[in-house]
Nanobody, 115 residues
């Protein structure tokens, strides 16, 4: 059964760092691009970053460029999102997504940036 599970969220002070993980099961991660999205309270879900199936191409939203880094470890079937220099506006639930005929989403992990 195809499954994505995010972890690594939490409460962090502005300027701090977190590393999110997206563990994949039920499909071969080598063949698919993975996306990270986030949704803040009262706002629409927005794309944050994506990584190609071979890891050779990455893209970032302008709001996180230079602060977030996406990577993949195919041996562990896991995608990571390293988040540095966090800001209060990064507060959101973070989701990973893969598309195989249709979109599959994880349940999300909460990130709260606050002093």
């Amino acid at each position: 059964q195809l499954q994505l599970v995010e972890s690594g969220g939490g409460l962090v002070q502005p300027g701090g760092s977190l590393r999110l993980s997206c563990a994949a099961a039920g499909f071969n991660l080598d063949y698919y691009a993975i996306n990270w999205f986030r949704q803040a309270p009262g706002k629409e879900r927005e794309g944050v970053s994506c990584i190609s199936s071979d890891g050779g191409t990455t893209n970032y939203a302008d709001s996180v460029k230079g602060r977030f880094t996406i990577s993949r470890d195919t041996a562990k079937s896991t995608i990571y999102l390293q988040m540095n220099s966090l800001k209060p506006e990064d507060t959101a639930v973070y989701f990973c997504k893969v598309t195989l005929l249709r979109d599959y989403w994880g349940p999300g992990t909460q990130v709260t940036v606050s002093s």
